[in-house]
C-alpha cells in the first residue's frame, strides 16, 4: 500500500515564498528532498521488515 506523499512546498503560500530570500528557499527545498529520502528509505525498511515476519 502506497501512501500519499506530502509536497511541504505546496504548504508555503506564493506570496510567503516569493518573500523568502534565495539561500532560505535553497535551504528548506534542500532538507524537503532529505525528507524524501528518508521517507522512501523508512517505507523500503518496513516493507522489508513486514516481508520476512
Do not use: C, F, H
Amino acid at each position: 500500500m502506497e501512501e500519499k506523499r506530502v509536497n511541504y512546498l505546496e504548504q508555503i503560500s506564493p506570496e510567503d515564498w516569493g518573500k523568502t530570500p534565495t539561500s532560505v528557499k535553497k535551504l528548506v527545498e534542500e532538507m524537503a528532498q532529505q525528507i524524501e529520502q528518508q521517507s522512501k528509505k523508512l517505507g523500503n525498511s518496513q516493507q522489508t521488515q513486514a516481508g520476512s515476519e
